[in-house]
């Protein structure tokens, strides 16, 4: 009975995806990235995904863009149309809260505004710069303030969470406080042989079917272990193979784990005549850092190559002299439902944590507008 109770659980499942699609809702958050769109179909409800490159490399920009710069953008354009609503918690590692809201003026300001400013600028950091009052006063204007409480509202930063414990019973009270769990009896064998009967979570029924719950942890290797795990290879484990599946498969969440490759996957390896061994450079699940076993459970993994900083003059055919540091290969590296292998060459704005697609033949034109950007960046 229960197989039976699984199965039209799904095929209802595929109906109501159906008939929603009918009536002009969404199934997942859609990117602005069109190539991109047509291999992965945006932000997925019940989705673990690992970004990843190598140090310094992009992944938590590309993290940030696509799981939490697009779907707020997305989100604030299209809730008066749809049922779909947003919650993203952010467990930052890496930079403090402050910071990272920062980033997020920092992508604002480009977006609404085309104005490119990093975050360093943005704070008057460096002595021959002090922030514009101009800039200041875009900032301070009620539709920015708008945008940056309607940011707060659904962005929850937590910079002082950095264990997995501390991960798991933050997300779980949420779900617990926005939704029930149904139960079920299962017969239970006592030590002594008896048998008695048990009740156990069924399946979790959120309060709003359509909330897409986003928990983003910058970056793996910065996870501190606890007492029952011997450094941040156990921590890894534990929260990729145990709390990340529970976030997934019992409340319908969709954990984002950003985790580097290994400094030894990036070093540079070269043929007989000394040429750059390209595909050995590129991220790969078996580069992951720290603990590979991440991707056992992963849905899907996505990196960023950078072949300018290994000196390759021409990539996919454009000059990497020009672009330098505005570009980035993206790679699907693992999809356990659709395309893998498949790559798309993408403009990198760091100072704004902006990404948009190249075209696939190389232009002039393109070319001209990265200069431009250059030389207007603050």
């Avoid at 809702?25 to 673990?48: F, M, N, T």
């Avoid at 809260?97 to 920062?102: E, H, T, W, Y």
């Avoid at 897409?212 to 290797?221: C, R």
């Amino acid at each position: 009975m229960e197989e039976r109770d699984r199965v039209k659980r799904v095929v209802d499942q595929l109906k109501q995806n159906r008939e929603r699609k009918l009536n002009g809702d969404l199934i997942a958050i859609p990117w602005s990235l069109p190539r991109l769109s047509s291999i992965l179909p945006g932000v997925r409800q019940k989705h673990y995904t690992i970004i990843s490159a190598q140090s310094k490399g992009g992944k938590s920009q590309l993290a940030n863009y696509l799981y939490m710069f697009e779907p707020i953008d997305w989100y604030l354009k299209n809730r008066d149309s749809t049922n779909i609503t947003l919650k993203i918690f952010y467990f930052s590692l890496e930079i403090s809260a402050d910071l990272l809201i920062i980033s997020a003026i920092s992508y604002k300001l480009f977006k609404s505004y085309g104005i490119i400013i990093s975050p360093d600028n943005l704070q008057s950091v460096f002595a021959g710069y002090t922030l514009d009052d101009r800039l200041l006063k875009i900032i301070d204007s009620p539709e920015f303030q708008k945008w940056l409480m309607e940011f707060q509202s659904i962005v929850t930063i937590h910079d002082d969470i950095r264990n997995t414990t501390g991960i798991l019973l933050t997300v779980k009270s949420y779900a617990e406080a926005n939704g029930h769990y149904e139960y079920k009896d299962v017969a239970w064998q006592e030590e002594d042989g008896s048998s008695v009967n048990k009740k156990v979570i069924d399946r979790y029924i959120p309060n709003k079917p359509d909330e897409y719950v986003i928990i983003l942890v910058d970056h793996a290797g910065l996870l501190s272990s606890q007492k029952d795990q011997i450094g941040v290879y156990d921590a890894i484990r534990d929260l990729s193979s145990k709390i990340f599946l529970q976030f997934r498969d019992r409340w319908g969440y969709s954990p984002v784990l950003i985790q580097q490759q290994t400094a030894s996957s990036t070093d540079a390896q070269y043929t007989n005549r000394g040429d750059v061994m390209i595909e050995r450079l590129k991220p790969n699940p078996e580069g992951l850092a720290e603990n590979k076993s991440s991707k056992n459970d992963a849905n899907l993994m996505i990196s960023l190559f950078w072949p300018y900083n290994y000196k390759i003059p021409t990539y996919n055919g454009w000059d990497m002299a020009r672009l330098g540091m505005n570009h980035r290969e993206l790679l699907i590296n693992l999809n356990r439902n659709g395309i893998s292998s498949a790559s798309i060459d993408l403009l990198f704005l760091g100072a704004c944590n902006y990404f948009a697609e190249l075209p696939r033949e190389p232009s002039e034109s393109v070319y001209r507008k990265i200069e431009e950007y250059n030389k207007n960046t603050i």
